[in-house]
């Protein structure tokens, strides 16, 4: 696909140097990391860190379990960043990792901007993920005024998405009143397609509303190529990124596209073995059909037509998967305590 289609750039979705090693062999340009993605990394390659979080315990005596773990996700976004190091080109952004902030700050832009513009300064091509909550959409405005690429991340609708590149180009517009260059700041949304249409056919479940299970598989994708469209009439620097896969349908669909998508290993394995045809899909719509079926539910309403920026915070697929991220945090500490107890 790379090869065919350079413009639809793919980054790996985990900070595992095995997992991102294979991705740049077959072309991924960058990799993103979350508190779920770290937890999973620690606990399927341990071994590979034992030595050094119990080092790091045993150097650190007075430290938190919290201020351990935080240097331990810091460490493997290093890692992964100098990586991707020799293929990093700031004009295109092409090299880069993605270091999520706190989930507990999602309410506070302050201390998201506080955070992210500490990240920044840990590799020359750090990327910064924020979810896109209410306070999310002000700290993307000032964390790109103040020089931060980001990753605008629990979002799964166009409507945050719209949100997401207003707010950035907010940004770029008061460096560029102040005469700062905007050249080096490659700005990203992602869209979480697999996980609006998981929450739609929950909705549809509990409410009984009927629609046709063929949309469902739509909905994340129309979201994407609206939101894409925008972008691009509008002129928007911010560059959308799929996330969340389900099905091979949220790769195909988005190929040809002048985008990036963030694709798991669990993915890429079956997707390089596949026979699927590499064409260009992104500028075919989604079937009208599948968005009137779709548009039944109250919530893809709010994720493709119209949605205020004071719902985001309580928008369904943005409370489950703050609580995802929250609980994988809390995990991940977990594993950090077994360290500490045993010293």
Same mark, same amino acid.
């Given at each position: 696909?790379?090869?065919? +289609?350079?413009?639809?750039?793919?980054?790996?979705?985990? #900070?595992?140097?095995?997992?991102?090693?294979?991705?740049?062999?077959?072309?991924?340009?960058?990799?993103?990391?979350?508190?779920?993605?770290?937890?999973?990394?620690?606990?399927?390659?341990?071994?590979?860190?034992?030595?050094?979080?119990?080092?790091?315990?045993?150097?650190?005596?007075?430290?938190?379990?919290?201020?351990?773990?935080?240097?331990?996700?810091?460490?493997?976004?290093?890692?992964?960043?100098?990586?991707?190091? =020799?293929? &990093?080109?700031?004009?295109?952004?092409?090299?880069?990792?993605?270091?999520?902030?706190?989930?507990?700050? +999602?309410?506070?832009?302050?201390?998201?901007?506080?955070?992210?513009?500490?990240?920044?300064?840990?590799?020359?091509?750090?990327?910064? %993920?924020? =979810?896109?909550?209410?306070?999310?959409?002000?700290?993307?405005?000032?964390?790109?005024?103040?020089? $931060?690429?980001?990753?605008?991340?629990?979002?799964?609708?166009?409507?945050?998405?719209?949100?997401?590149?207003?707010?950035?180009?907010?940004?770029?517009?008061?460096?560029?009143?102040?005469?700062?260059?905007?050249?080096?700041?490659?700005?990203? #949304?992602?869209?979480?397609?697999?996980?609006?249409?998981?929450?739609?056919?929950?909705?549809?479940?509990?409410?009984?509303? #009927?629609?046709?299970?063929?949309?469902?598989?739509?909905?994340?994708?129309?979201?994407? %190529?609206?939101?894409?469209?925008?972008?691009?009439?509008?002129?928007?620097?911010?560059?959308?990124?799929?996330?969340?896969?389900?099905?091979?349908?949220?790769?195909?669909? +988005?190929?040809?596209?002048?985008?990036?998508?963030?694709?798991?290993?669990?993915?890429?394995?079956? &997707?390089?073995?596949?026979? &699927?045809?590499?064409?260009?899909?992104?500028?075919?719509?989604?079937?009208?059909?599948?968005?009137?079926?779709?548009?039944?539910?109250?919530?893809?309403?709010?994720?493709?037509?119209?949605?205020? $920026?004071?719902? +985001?915070?309580?928008?369904?697929?943005? $409370?489950?998967?703050?609580?995802? &991220?929250?609980?994988?945090?809390?995990?991940?500490?977990?594993?950090?305590?077994?360290?500490?107890?045993?010293?």
């Amino acid at each position: 696909m790379t090869q065919k +289609f350079p413009m639809t750039k793919y980054w790996n979705d985990s #900070c595992s140097i095995k997992e991102l090693t294979y991705a740049i062999e077959r072309g991924a340009v960058g990799a993103t990391t979350n508190p779920v993605i770290v937890k999973g990394v620690l606990e399927k390659e341990l071994d590979s860190y034992r030595d050094y979080i119990a080092q790091l315990v045993k150097d650190n005596p007075t430290k938190s379990e919290d201020e351990i773990a935080w240097i331990v996700i810091e460490k493997m976004a290093i890692d992964g960043a100098k990586l991707l190091e =020799p293929m &990093f080109d700031p004009k295109t952004g092409t090299g880069r990792l993605s270091i999520q902030t706190n989930t507990k700050y +999602f309410n506070n832009a302050e201390k998201l901007v506080e955070q992210a513009v500490y990240f920044n300064t840990l590799a020359p091509n750090m990327q910064v %993920k924020a =979810p896109t909550t209410a306070a999310g959409i002000k700290a993307f405005e000032e964390m790109t005024y103040q020089g $931060v690429s980001i990753n605008a991340t629990v979002s799964f609708s166009a409507t945050q998405a719209i949100a997401v590149g207003e707010a950035v180009e907010r940004g770029l517009a008061r460096r560029e009143a102040e005469g700062l260059d905007n050249s080096e700041i490659n700005p990203v #949304c992602t869209i979480m397609v697999g996980r609006l249409d998981d929450w739609l056919r929950e909705v549809a479940d509990k409410k009984d509303i #009927c629609v046709d299970p063929c949309a469902f598989f739509y909905a994340g994708i129309a979201c994407v %190529k609206k939101a894409y469209k925008v972008y691009n009439e509008r002129g928007y620097k911010t560059k959308m990124l799929s996330a969340a896969y389900r099905t091979p349908l949220q790769w195909l669909e +988005f190929i040809g596209g002048d985008m990036l998508m963030t694709i798991p290993y669990k993915n890429q394995v079956p &997707f390089n073995g596949s026979d &699927f045809e590499i064409e260009a899909r992104m500028d075919k719509e989604v079937d009208p059909y599948y968005i009137k079926e779709l548009r039944k539910l109250p919530d893809f309403i709010k994720a493709y037509d119209e949605m205020s $920026v004071e719902d +985001f915070d309580t928008f369904g697929p943005v $409370v489950k998967t703050l609580t995802q &991220f929250a609980g994988g945090y809390d995990d991940l500490v977990k594993i950090i305590r077994a360290f500490m107890i045993k010293y």
